[in-house]
């Protein structure tokens, strides 16, 4: 009804999805082993399902600090 996409509808290679979940838990941030990027992850949750969302690089360092554990966001147009 609002141009959400349900997390269990989501598919390889899907574009213009938006998904409202909740942010079940979230990991540390951590560099690559190489050193080279900086990476974190994600369970997110909505009424469907489950599914980790990974932010890599840029996007890392640009969220990590305002993502917040139990809170609901819409989170759109990331690679599946």
């Keep these: 009804p ?3 996409t349900l997390i269990q509808d989501l598919r390889e290679g899907m574009r213009g999805w938006r998904v ?4 079940e838990t979230k990991q540390d941030y951590k560099h690559f082993k ?3 990027g900086f990476y ?3 369970i997110l949750q909505d009424r469907s399902s489950k599914i980790r969302a990974t932010f890599f690089n840029s996007a890392a360092v640009g969220n990590y600090e305002k993502i917040i554990e139990r809170a609901t966001y819409l989170f759109a147009d990331g690679s599946i």
């Design 2 to 4: 609002d141009g959400v």
């Design 20 to 23: 409202r979940a909740t942010v």
């Design 34 to 36: 190489n050193e080279k």
């Design 40 to 42: 974190f992850s994600l």
